[in-house]
C-alpha cells in the first residue's frame, strides 16, 4: 500500500513539492526488489521538450525489510523545485526480483497559478511594465507551460492558503516575487535573492566605483548598479543592442544622467564595440546579463580589459556552461571564482557566479584550489586547471 503527495488532480502553486511516500508492504504479496520514481514534466507551449528525473533503487533482501524500505523512503522524500509550471506526472514502480512489475503508483498534478490568480495577473496593470519582442512569449502564454514566475505577490492569499506551513510568514527570494520599486515583473530579469549577492559584492568591495552592465533590459535593475555606483563617486555605463526602457524609466535615468549613462552595442561585434572596450577597460565591477548563449565570451573579452581586485558577476550561472568550464575558463584570465556556498546555499534563491581579479593567472588558480577545490591536493589541482582537466 502507498500513500503520497503529491494526491492525484492536484494543483501545486508554489515552486517547491515535498515528495512524502509512505509504504507498508504485507510480506504475503510479492515482495519488490526494485522501486523506481520518476518525476516527469509534459511539453508546455514554451518548453517544448518533456522533462524527466528519476531513479531506481534495488532493495537488499538480505538485510532487515522494513529497515530497508525506510531508507529508499528517505532518498524519495524528499523537496524538489518545479521550476516550470505545467503538467506533472508522479509514478512509483515497484518490480519483483525477476523484473515484472508488480504495481505501479501515477499521480498526475498540475504546478502553476490557479485560473483565479492567471485571471488576475491577465487584469493586472502596472504603470512599470515592459513587454517586448525579446519576453513577450514567456510572459503572454499565461494559459500554462510559463515558467514559476507568475507566483507573484498579486496572488499572496493563494499562497498564504496553500501552503499554510510556509504561506507568506517569510517572503521568497526567488525571481517571483521580483520588482524592486514595486515595477512589474515584466520589467525586471533579477530576482530578490540576486539582488541580495551583489549587494553582498557591494559591502564586501566597497573601493567598487566603475560598473558596467551587459543587458540593460529594462533599465530597472540598473538603478541599483547607477545608484551604487553615483554614492561611490562613479559611473554606471549600461549596454544593450535595443533600447527597451519605457519613457517613465527614461525620465529617472535622466535625473541621474551624471553617474547612470546607457550606449547602444551589440555585445557580440567584432572588433568590441570601441565605447564598451574603454568602460569595460575602466570597470571595477561587470555585470554579464546580455544575450544567454554567448556569457562567457562577453565576461572573457571584457573581463580581459579589467584590473586587479574588480570583480565579474555572471547571471543566470552557470547557464550554458558546467560550473568547471567557468572555473578553469576565467581562472585562465587571472579571475578566480569565489562565494560558491553563498550564491547556491539555501537561505538565498539567486543565478549569479562571482569572480574577483587576481595579480596573475596563477594566482587566481591557486585561489580556485584554496576555495573552491580546496579539498584537493593543491599542485594536482593547478595543474588540472591550467590544463583544462575536470577537478569534482
Ligand atoms: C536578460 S535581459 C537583461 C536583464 C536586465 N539586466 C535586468 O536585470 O532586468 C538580456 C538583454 O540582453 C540584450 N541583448 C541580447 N543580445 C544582445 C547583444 N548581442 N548585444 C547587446 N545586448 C543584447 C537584450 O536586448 C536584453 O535586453
Not at 490557479?114 to 491577465?122: A, F, G, I, R, V
Not at 526602457?245 to 529617472?252: P, S, T
Amino acid at each position: 500500500m502507498i500513500m503520497h503527495h503529491p494526491i492525484n488532480g492536484t494543483r501545486i502553486v508554489g515552486t517547491f513539492l515535498d515528495i512524502n511516500v509512505s509504504l507498508s508492504l504485507h510480506r504475503e504479496y510479492a515482495m519488490p526488489t526494485r522501486i523506481c520514481v520518476e518525476l516527469l514534466r509534459l511539453k508546455t507551449p514554451v518548453y517544448e521538450e518533456p522533462e524527466s528525473t528519476w531513479y531506481c533503487d534495488e532493495v537488499d533482501l538480505t538485510k532487515d525489510y522494513e529497515s530497508e524500505i525506510s531508507r529508499h523512503l528517505e532518498r524519495l522524500n524528499k523537496r524538489v523545485e518545479l521550476k516550470v509550471s505545467g503538467e506533472y506526472h508522479f509514478t512509483i514502480s515497484l518490480y519483483d526480483v525477476e523484473d515484472t512489475l508488480l504495481e505501479k503508483y501515477v499521480s498526475i498534478f498540475h504546478s502553476g497559478p490557479s485560473p483565479k490568480c492567471l485571471d488576475k495577473l491577465k487584469q493586472r496593470s502596472n504603470p512599470i511594465t515592459t513587454l517586448t519582442e525579446y519576453n513577450r512569449n514567456e510572459y503572454t502564454s499565461l494559459a500554462g507551460g510559463t515558467t514559476q514566475l507568475f507566483m507573484s505577490p498579486l496572488c499572496a492569499e493563494e499562497y498564504a492558503s496553500f501552503m499554510p506551513s510556509e504561506g507568506l510568514h517569510t517572503l521568497p527570494t526567488h525571481s517571483a516575487f521580483r520588482g524592486s520599486f514595486g515595477v512589474d515583473f515584466t520589467s525586471m530579469e533579477f530576482g530578490h535573492g540576486d539582488l541580495m549577492m551583489i549587494n553582498f559584492v557591494l559591502v564586501r568591495y566597497p573601493t567598487i566605483k566603475h560598473i558596467v552592465e551587459l543587458g540593460t533590459f529594462a533599465g530597472i535593475t540598473s538603478f541599483h548598479w547607477g545608484i551604487a555606483a553615483g554614492l561611490r563617486g562613479g559611473e554606471l555605463h549600461s549596454f544593450d543592442i535595443v533600447d527597451n526602457r519605457i519613457e517613465a524609466v527614461k525620465g529617472l535615468w535622466a535625473l541621474n544622467q551624471k553617474h547612470m549613462k546607457f550606449f547602444l552595442a551589440d555585445v557580440n561585434a567584432n572588433p568590441m564595440d570601441k565605447q564598451m572596450q574603454q568602460s569595460s577597460a575602466a570597470a571595477d565591477l561587470l555585470f554579464v546579463d546580455a544575450d544567454s548563449r554567448t556569457r562567457m565570451e562577453q565576461a572573457v573579452r571584457s573581463g580581459s580589459l579589467m584590473s586587479e581586485g574588480s570583480v565579474i558577476i555572471v547571471h543566470d550561472f552557470p547557464g550554458r556552461y558546467s560550473v568547471f568550464e567557468w572555473v578553469k575558463t576565467l581562472a585562465n584570465i587571472g579571475f578566480a571564482y569565489n562565494y560558491h556556498d553563498i550564491a547556491t546555499g539555501s537561505n538565498v534563491v539567486s543565478s549569479v557566479g562571482i569572480f574577483e581579479r587576481k595579480a596573475s593567472v596563477l594566482d587566481s588558480i591557486s585561489a580556485v584550489c584554496l576555495t573552491t577545490f580546496r579539498h584537493h591536493a593543491q599542485n594536482e589541482c593547478v595543474s588540472a586547471i591550467a590544463s583544462g582537466n575536470a577537478v569534482q
